[in-house]
């Protein structure tokens, strides 16, 4: 190891004692930016309370100050003191999803700074399922204000390795415990509005929250017709992320067929069955919603790492519960997608 290697912690998810996340939660309380994984995608996480450690974040990576960042905490009485108040809507959806991948915007209590929600006065707040972002939490003592551990407008990581090839030594430590679990953002429900609107939709499903609050769930992910003149609720939303370097193109199984032989600078993403390639590189992913979502960024980035120009995706099913990796997949394909 170089001495100006990255310092890497490696854990194991099922084994957090031990004081394994000593040596990162003491980076977090000085100011520092440690990646780590949830169990949607890595985070690169700072202090919420230290706007200085919180400028860090935006600087490493390249993010616009105006995009807010979902502040991480250990339980439901940290999230509370960050919010004005915790409505009963908070209190049903925190015992109904939490831990897990939904993040709940609130109007923002004074102690979280105005460079962590960039000037809203509302906060996106998440306690994640995953024992290694909880741990360093509870470890740091400070509620922990965490984007995706990726450049702007790049894919998300799934895996350590896609965090230190996009951010690298703009981090100083990152806590490397394997693939996350789901693979895709968290649902991004807004509470401060009336009825709740996803934001960006994710693996806690829109139904499922109706269901939880018994009432009416509204959806604007920015992929849905808006009135022309409705301001965009969220900076950051509305944009093409989650987009590898090269040209990606969503298509189904007969344009792939046309496309064959792949060359080196195509690579495919397909869903369920091998497809009928030839020697280009292509990767097979599982043909249902969660798995393919759980494995779609890391073959994103290893189509990517590969130097691919071009990347086919196979488009899924016009289902509800596709509509996560619909989110995300028009996004990358910036626009190109005619659906
Ligand atoms: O699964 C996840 O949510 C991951 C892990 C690390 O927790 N985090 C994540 O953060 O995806 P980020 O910053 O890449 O995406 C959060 C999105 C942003 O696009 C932002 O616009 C929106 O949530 N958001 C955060 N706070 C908001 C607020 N106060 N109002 C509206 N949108 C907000
Ligand atoms: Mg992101």
Same mark, same amino acid.
């Given at each position: 190891? &170089?001495?100006?290697?990255?310092?890497?912690?490696?854990?194991?998810?099922?084994?957090?004692?031990?004081?394994?996340?000593?040596?990162?939660?003491?980076?977090?309380?000085?100011?520092?930016?440690?990646?780590?994984?949830?169990?949607?995608?890595?985070?690169?996480?700072?202090?919420?309370?230290?706007?200085?450690?919180?400028?860090?974040?935006?600087?490493?990576?390249?993010?616009?100050?105006?995009?807010?960042?979902?502040?991480?905490?250990?339980?439901?009485?940290?999230? $509370?003191?960050?919010?004005?108040?915790?409505?009963?809507?908070?209190?049903?959806?925190?015992?109904?999803?939490?831990?897990?991948?939904?993040?709940?915007?609130?109007?923002?209590? &004074?102690?979280?700074?105005?460079?962590?929600?960039?000037?809203?006065?509302?906060?996106?707040?998440?306690?994640?399922?995953?024992?290694?972002?909880?741990?360093?939490?509870?470890?740091?003592?400070?509620?922990?204000?965490?984007?995706?551990?990726?450049?702007?407008?790049?894919?998300?990581?799934?895996?350590?390795?896609?965090?230190?090839?996009?951010?690298?030594? $703009?981090?100083?430590?990152?806590?490397?415990?394997?693939?996350?679990?789901?693979?895709?953002?968290?649902?991004?429900?807004?509470?401060?509005?009336?009825?709740?609107?996803?934001?960006?939709?994710?693996?806690?499903?829109?139904?499922?929250?109706?269901?939880?609050?018994?009432?009416?769930?509204?959806?604007?992910?920015?992929?849905?017709?808006?009135?022309?003149?409705?301001?965009?609720?969220?900076?950051?939303?509305?944009?093409?992320?989650?987009?590898?370097?090269?040209?990606?193109?969503?298509?189904?199984?007969?344009?792939?067929?046309?496309?064959?032989?792949?060359?080196?600078?195509?690579?495919?993403?397909?869903?369920?069955?091998?497809?009928?390639?030839?020697?280009?590189?292509?990767?097979?992913?599982?043909?249902?919603?969660?798995?393919?979502?759980?494995?779609?960024?890391?073959?994103?980035?290893?189509?990517?790492?590969?130097?691919?120009?071009?990347?086919?995706?196979?488009?899924?099913?016009?289902?509800?519960?596709?509509?996560?990796?619909?989110? $995300?997949?028009? $996004?990358?394909? &910036?626009?190109?997608?005619?659906?």
């Amino acid at each position: 190891m &170089s001495s100006d290697a990255l310092y890497t912690v490696e854990i194991d998810a099922g084994e957090v004692g031990g004081g394994a996340l000593e040596g990162p939660a003491a980076v977090l309380r000085q100011g520092g930016l440690v990646a780590f994984p949830t169990e949607t995608v890595y985070g690169v996480g700072a202090d919420a309370t230290d706007p200085e450690a919180v400028r860090r974040i935006f600087e490493a990576k390249e993010r616009p100050t105006g995009h807010p960042l979902i502040v991480h905490v250990d339980g439901v009485g940290a999230a $509370r003191e960050l919010v004005v108040d915790w409505p009963q809507v908070a209190r049903r959806l925190a015992e109904a999803f939490w831990p897990g991948p939904l993040t709940m915007i609130l109007p923002k209590s &004074s102690v979280v700074p105005d460079v962590v929600t960039g000037g809203l006065e509302t906060v996106g707040v998440r306690l994640p399922d995953h024992e290694v972002a909880k741990a360093l939490v509870s470890e740091a003592g400070c509620p922990v204000a965490a984007p995706s551990a990726n450049p702007h407008e790049a894919i998300s990581p799934t895996r350590a390795s896609h965090v230190e090839r996009g951010l690298g030594e $703009r981090i100083d430590c990152l806590v490397d415990a394997g693939a996350t679990p789901l693979g895709l953002e968290s649902t991004v429900l807004d509470l401060s509005v009336s009825p709740p609107t996803i934001l960006r939709p994710g693996m806690v499903p829109r139904r499922d929250i109706a269901d939880a609050l018994d009432g009416d769930v509204r959806l604007d992910d920015g992929t849905e017709v808006a009135a022309d003149d409705a301001p965009r609720p969220s900076p950051g939303l509305s944009e093409n992320h989650y987009a590898p370097s090269g040209e990606l193109l969503l298509v189904d199984r007969e344009e792939l067929a046309a496309a064959r032989p792949l060359d080196n600078r195509v690579g495919a993403v397909v869903r369920g069955e091998e497809p009928e390639l030839g020697e280009g590189t292509h990767l097979v992913l599982p043909a249902g919603p969660s798995g393919f979502a759980r494995h779609l960024y890391d073959a994103l980035h290893e189509l990517d790492a590969s130097g691919c120009r071009r990347i086919l995706v196979e488009r899924p099913p016009e289902e509800e519960s596709w509509r996560p990796v619909w989110n $995300r997949l028009r $996004r990358a394909a &910036s626009g190109r997608d005619p659906a």
